[in-house]
């Protein structure tokens, strides 16, 4: 048996649209980023899932209530939030992007490293495989938990992870299929 899991990023937020890295900081879609998620209601309404997971952070919750209310459950997990920025959270993309390939083992101050996002992930990956095997999975999050799956199902490292992120490649599509065995 396995979980079959299909991952979508929260759509374009205020901060996104400044080019602020917001982190653990609990910013709201833009206007776009709430079309996108109407536009990715449509996109997907074939698809079925048993119940959707989202982090906690508004944004991702947002977009998760606009994609599935009312045809699915919603369940927000903190697990799947965000990488913690710490001092660096809501600070601009150019200052954060830079650092975030070598915060692997490094944490970044008062914050976390992404090693720390994988723990998370690994710890909701082991939930989801007691409690929803042979279940079809909708996940809302973000980045650094993406790329997190990258890395536990994927068998990419995490240098690998960054260069093939579709941020880099700009090669969005409406989710991404991973299986969890």
Not at 59 to 88: M, Q, T
Not at 114 to 126: G, S, T, W
Not at 138 to 144: E, G, L, M, T
């Amino acid at each position: 048996m396995s979980v079959k899991i299909t991952y979508f990023v929260h759509g374009t937020t205020t901060d996104n649209e400044k080019e602020i890295s917001s982190g653990w900081f609990d910013v709201g879609l833009s206007e776009f980023g709430v079309k996108q998620s109407i536009d990715l209601k449509d996109q997907i309404k074939d698809k079925k899932f048993d119940v959707v997971f989202c982090s906690d952070l508004k944004r991702a919750v947002d977009s998760a209530k606009l994609i599935f209310e009312g045809v699915v459950p919603i369940i927000p997990d903190a697990r799947l939030r965000e990488c913690n920025y710490g001092k660096y959270n809501a600070q601009p993309s150019s200052i954060v992007e830079p650092m975030q390939g070598k915060m692997i083992t490094e944490k970044f101050p008062d914050g976390e490293g992404y090693e720390d996002v994988k723990v998370r992930i690994a710890d909701f990956l082991n939930y989801l495989k007691q409690k929803y095997d042979d279940k079809n999975i909708a996940i809302v999050a973000h980045k650094a938990p993406q790329l997190a799956f990258d890395v536990l199902l994927k068998g990419k490292t995490w240098k690998e992870a960054f260069a093939e992120d579709w941020r880099k490649t700009k090669a969005w599509k409406p989710g991404w299929e991973y299986v969890l065995d």
